[in-house]
């Protein structure tokens, strides 16, 4: 069902990568959302009036809620496809984690209700409504619950949208509740056992729980994120199979919502090549990768020497002690300025950043290891955070 509607109504469905293609499927997931949690409060609250089950129409109403929800949803994948402005000259993409913190805040609230409601159940018991109309529209209920968190999820993974993550852990935790109810109930009919203040506190901790959960999901692409390893290791590979490339470093990328990611590379060439052909190539990687990912990449061309005896020698040495220490991840921009009393071998060290190694420590390891070839090298370190994990 899933497959079908996203084939139907989501024009060049399989370029999940496309922004337009992108809102659609949201909007999508939003609209269907709507459409289906009307359709479940609208059935509910009529059952519940006609059986007089308060518990039925207290579930429709919370469907009517989850509507509100998907409202919210829509809007923001509406919102975050507005273009840049001169006030957000990387555009709005961000509004759709917003939107989802939004829908996670509001399951916390909605676990905070139940759990009043639930005690007041707990405090004052009263015998629960049972007429097989309320138990065929509550299994009704959990089956178009359980495809709607199925659905959110599926297509919140081929979008990576925290949004409809929580939306589908708002509908997964609608089946929890439904179901919770309906076992009461029918436990109450057999046994005259009044459970259902303390299933639904059971239920608003485990919703409480997850909302909470969603609200930290939803919260860290917001303070900034580790980019996604497969993107970093695409960027790298596309980069590198460019004749001429001799290295990459220094690769940052700055997400500024889905569809709106920003990145920086530096290109390493020979320098004695030619630089008009290098800075072409640059410039193509630039163009290539920023069309077939998605990304808007800048690329910048650092001319290294291969034919330099201490350089190689040096490269090699650094390399192992790079090996050799844990936290250190590369090191990168070597280069050798001789002087007359002593040379400087000047190069950038990467520094993970769970590395326990002090600045001093490592400059110690390298200037030793280093000293220990010539005596006049003295090294001159400048200590780089790694942003993102190479591969």
């Not at 015998?127 to 599926?154: D, G, H, T, Y």
């Not at 000047?346 to 030793?368: M, R, T, W, Y």
């Given at each position: 069902m899933t497959d079908f509607l996203c084939r139907h109504f989501v024009k060049n469905f399989t370029q999940v990568k496309d922004p337009q293609v992108r809102e659609n499927y949201g909007k999508l997931a939003s609209v269907v959302g709507i459409v289906s949690n009307v359709l479940l409060c609208i059935s509910k609250i009529l059952v519940g009036i006609i059986s007089g089950s308060i518990a039925i129409i207290a579930d429709g109403i919370n469907n009517l809620a989850d509507a509100s929800s998907?409202?919210?949803?829509?809007?923001?994948?509406?919102?975050?496809?507005?273009?840049?402005?001169?006030?957000?000259?990387?555009?709005?993409?961000?509004?759709?984690?917003?939107?989802?913190?939004?829908?996670?805040?509001?399951?916390?609230?909605?676990?905070?209700?139940?759990?009043?409601?639930?005690?007041?159940?707990?405090?004052?018991?009263?015998?629960?409504?049972?007429?097989?109309?309320?138990?065929?529209?509550?299994?009704?209920?959990?089956?178009?619950?359980?495809?709607?968190?199925?659905?959110?999820?599926?297509?919140?993974?081929?979008?990576?949208?925290v949004a409809l993550t929580a939306t589908s852990a708002d509908s997964r935790n609608d089946v929890i509740a439904t179901t919770a109810v309906l076992l009461s109930i029918v436990i109450g009919k057999i046994s005259n056992l009044q459970i259902d203040g303390y299933m639904g506190m059971l239920v608003a901790l485990f919703i409480i729980w997850s909302g909470i959960g969603l609200i930290k999901e939803t919260m860290s692409p917001l303070l900034g994120e580790a980019p996604d390893p497969e993107l970093v290791a695409t960027i790298g590979e596309m980069a590198s199979q460019f004749e001429g490339v001799l290295g990459i470093h220094d690769l940052v990328v700055h997400n500024y919502g889905p569809g709106k990611i920003f990145a920086s590379i530096h290109i390493e060439v020979d320098a004695n090549g030619d630089l008009l052909e290098s800075?072409?190539?640059?410039?193509?990687?630039?163009?290539?990768?920023?069309?077939?990912?998605?990304?808007?990449?800048?690329?910048?061309?650092?001319?290294?020497?291969?034919?330099?005896?201490?350089?190689?020698?040096?490269?090699?040495?650094?390399?192992?002690?790079?090996?050799?220490?844990?936290?250190?991840?590369?090191?990168?921009?070597?280069?050798?300025?001789?002087?007359?009393?002593?040379?400087?071998?000047?190069?950038?060290?990467?520094?993970?950043?769970?590395?326990?190694?002090?600045?001093?420590?490592?400059?110690?390891?390298?200037?030793?290891?280093?000293?220990?070839?010539?005596?006049?090298?003295?090294?001159?370190?400048?200590?780089?955070?790694?942003?993102?994990?190479?591969?």
């Open positions: 998907s409202v919210i949803t829509l809007v923001g994948f509406k919102l975050s496809a507005m273009p840049e402005d001169e006030e957000h000259p990387y555009g709005h993409a961000r509004i759709e984690y917003i939107s989802g913190m939004i829908v996670s805040v509001l399951i916390v609230v909605v676990g905070i209700q139940l759990i009043q409601s639930s005690v007041d159940k707990i405090l004052h018991p009263s015998p629960l409504e049972f007429s097989w109309s309320i138990v065929i529209v509550l299994v009704i209920a959990i089956l178009l619950k359980i495809w709607q968190a199925m659905f959110n999820m599926k297509v919140g993974k081929k979008i990576s949208s800075h072409d190539m640059v410039d193509n990687i630039e163009r290539q990768l920023s069309k077939n990912l998605h990304i808007v990449l800048t690329a910048h061309m650092d001319p290294i020497k291969i034919d330099d005896p201490v350089v190689t020698q040096m490269t090699a040495i650094t390399d192992q002690v790079t090996a050799d220490l844990e936290g250190v991840s590369n090191v990168h921009d070597l280069r050798v300025v001789p002087g007359p009393t002593h040379t400087n071998i000047i190069f950038d060290v990467v520094v993970n950043p769970g590395c326990k190694l002090s600045s001093k420590e490592i400059h110690a390891a390298f200037s030793d290891a280093i000293s220990a070839i010539n005596e006049n090298y003295f090294v001159v370190i400048n200590f780089d955070k790694n942003y993102v994990n190479m591969p």
